[in-house]
């Protein structure tokens, strides 16, 4: 598939021609090809949602425990 982006794609945006000349729609899309930036954005967002999914897990654990342990107190007490 490479081969095939390759033949189809100007020499320019695979970087194998740098000139002043150079259009700018392929140099830009050359330097965002190139870039990694974009990758740890991702892999934040990622950390992000595990711990959010392991915070709504441990809250909806408890809130059910101290709901069962608030009844049971709230029934042993004299009214």
Known sequence: ?????KRSLPD???????????????????????????????EYAVMLAVILVIVVGTIKLIGSNANNVFSQVASSLPQ
Request: net charge negative; glycine share 8%.
């Open 1 to 5: 598939m490479v081969y095939l982006l």
């Open 12 to 42: 320019c945006f695979w970087g194998y021609r740098e000139s002043e000349g150079e259009e700018p729609v392929a140099r830009i899309l050359r330097q965002l090809w190139s870039d990694q930036s974009g990758q740890d954005i991702a």
